[in-house]
């Protein structure tokens, strides 16, 4: 049926009369002439002109490498932009969406982040010393002299202060940034530098801050929980205990390795042999509630109907290995890697995924004696998690967390995802249309 051209039209006059305007959206070829006149600018030769890309639409254009110091992104839609090695001191990025951009190894020095959004983002070994990530909020007046906050797009969570909610931090330098109110859960920060820096208020929930340096630096009511703090420098006599609630230090969670009673290997032998002789020799493996943090790997082990409720697999390596029927509901599995992995008919319930990588794995159901069994993830978190091209058909994701985590290139046939949180889910377009979900 064909749209009515006139209500077309009233709409159009509706909007224009409302003061609604677009973001100017930019070419990559545009974008490379204002780039070329920035770094005429800063290098102080003719024709230079300072790049003013306030509230521009850039998402998912590139400035890797350039040169962009003091230039002004004031508001501007920066998601999946590519940064990387890109130079940015002094370069102000206030409430700008900058949403999964990657800023690997950028320099950031003195850069205004406030009120910004790096969910998702790469700052990997980015330079970010003296940094403004505080609280920032920006209005636009329309026609009616109405104000109306900018970015519409962004949730709740993104408000605030600068959010930086499950961004790879590693090897960041950030001493002497101004921080307070900034959000850094589930945020990657290995060996981050954040020596007197201004923390008060900040999150950093589930954060994983192994070997990070955060000596010196201003901890009034910071949120350290679900955190990893092993090997990190911090004075932790200055966090509320009810802030610290499910951190992991270096101390175990739990019964040890050692407490196994043999080693780990010879433990994986006996459970294939179970498996080989369909359970009359051998033994099956059983480290429900264990903490296996100091764990090599199982590549490619075979841990077929394994059993691991709440055990503590925080960074464990499970490339290639079989999968097939376990029990790790429950389990702390964050950050593990189960690339390739066949987790047929697995049990996840309530299991922590955040961060993992599930990426090419097989989670489709599976028929033992006539039986089909099918993976259930119910009540899961699988924030940020990475599950492209896994073959997720028919399983259960009722009520998990799916904010912010790809699934690009994920089979998705009879997929269960009742009540599921898939806020910000990266997802292809035939995925939205499969979902029933607005394309972007």
């Known amino acids: 049926m064909n749209a009515n051209p006139e209500k077309k039209q009233a709409d159009k006059e509706k909007s224009e009369d409302a003061g609604e305007k677009k973001p100017k959206r930019l070419t990559q070829q545009e974008l490379e002439a204002v780039i070329k006149k920035h770094e005429n600018f800063v290098m102080g030769r ?52 900058l949403r ?29 010393m003296g940094t403004d990530l505080r609280e920032g909020s920006l209005s636009s007046a329309d026609s009616s002299g109405e104000l109306k906050a900018a970015h519409g797009n962004l949730t709740v ?58 000596s010196d630096c201003d901890l009034e009511n910071v949120i350290l929980r679900g955190a990893v703090l092993s090997g990190t420098s911090i004075n932790l006599s200055e966090i509320a205990k009810e802030n610290l609630e499910g951190a992991m230090t270096s101390v175990p969670i739990g019964p040890s390795m050692q407490e196994l009673g043999v080693p780990i290997e010879q433990l994986l032998h006996l459970h294939k042999v179970w498996i080989d002789s369909n359970g009359k020799e051998g033994q099956r493996l059983d480290v429900s509630g264990f903490d296996l943090r100091g764990v090599a790997h199982f590549n490619g082990a075979c841990l077929t109907m394994i059993k691991g409720k709440g055990a503590i697999m925080y960074e464990v390596s499970f490339v290639k290995a079989q999968l097939q029927h376990v029990d790790l509901s429950e ?52 924030r940020y998690a990475n599950l492209s091209n896994a073959n997720l058909s028919h399983v259960k994701f009722c009520k998990a967390d799916l904010a912010d985590a790809d699934l690009r290139g994920a089979t998705l046939a009879f997929t269960n995802f009742d009540g599921a949180d898939l806020e910000g889910t990266q997802l292809d377009p035939e995925q939205r249309e499969i979902l029933n979900l607005p394309q972007k």
């Open 157 to 214: 969570i993104d408000k605030g202060g600068a959010n930086l909610s499950g961004a790879n931090l590693s090897d960041v330098k950030m001493s002497g940034a101004v921080a307070i109110g900034s959000n850094f859960s589930d945020a990657t920060l290995k060996s981050a530098k954040i020596k007197n820096a201004s923390l008060k208020d900040a999150d950093f929930s589930g954060a994983n801050m192994k070997n990070a340096d955060l």
């Open 331 to 382: 389990a702390d599995l964050r950050h593990a890697d189960f690339s390739s992995a066949d987790m047929r008919s697995g049990i996840f319930v309530n299991a922590r995924l955040r961060n993992a990588n599930l990426q090419g794995a097989s989670l489709q159901p599976l028929a033992i004696g006539g039986t089909i069994l099918t993976t259930d993830m119910s009540g899961a978190s699988l």
């Open 46 to 97: 003719k024709g230079g002109m300072r790049a003013n890309l306030a509230h521009h639409d850039l998402s998912g254009l590139s400035f890797a490498g350039r040169n962009m110091s003091d230039a002004d992104f004031t508001g501007a839609y920066l998601s999946s932009a590519d940064f990387s090695g890109t130079r940015l001191e002094r370069a102000v990025f206030y409430c700008a969406d």
């Open 100 to 128: 999964h951009a990657n800023m690997y190894g950028a320099n950031l020095q003195r850069a205004d982040l406030r009120g910004a959004s790096l969910r998702g983002a790469n700052m990997v070994g980015a330079n970010m």
